[in-house]
Nanobody, 121 residues
Framework: QVQLVESGGDLVQAGDSLRLSCAAS????????MAWYRQAPGKQRELVAH???????NYADSVKGRFTIWTDNPKKMGYLQMNSLKPEATAVYYC???????????????WGQGPQVTVSS
């Protein structure tokens, strides 16, 4: 069974840094893209950063220059480094991966459980 398990959520102060990790486990043939989304209370889920295996990395305008996404494909890991955090970054952060399981016929989306990131002012 394929799973995405995140870690790194925490309560931090404005200006602090935090790194989120996402581990893909199970029988996986390949990952075509990973991304991080977030959902603040009362708001819709929004894309924070997206990194395909091939193609450019994309960031939400609100995090450009402060957040960095990358993957370690052999280890099936994804990361989101968040610097100079602001209170408006407070949200549940979800790891997303588009991947092909060993027994699947094609690529499908998978989501992690979503750790809480809280930034106090």
């Amino acid at each position: 069974q394929v799973q995405l398990v995140e870690s790194g959520g925490d309560l931090v102060q404005a200006g602090d840094s935090l790194r989120l990790s996402c581990a893909a486990s199970g029988s996986i043939d390949s990952i075509s893209a990973m991304a991080w989304y977030r959902q603040a209370p009362g708001k819709q889920r929004e894309l924070v950063a997206h990194v395909p295996v091939t193609g450019p990395t994309n960031y939400a305008d609100s995090v450009k220059g402060r957040f960095t996404i990358w993957t370690d494909n052999p280890k099936k890991m994804g990361y989101l480094q968040m610097n100079s955090l602001k209170p408006e970054a407070t949200a549940v952060y979800y790891c997303y991966a588009r991947l092909k399981g060993t027994f699947a016929t094609g690529y499908s989306p998978y989501w992690g459980q979503g750790p809480q990131v809280t930034v106090s002012s």
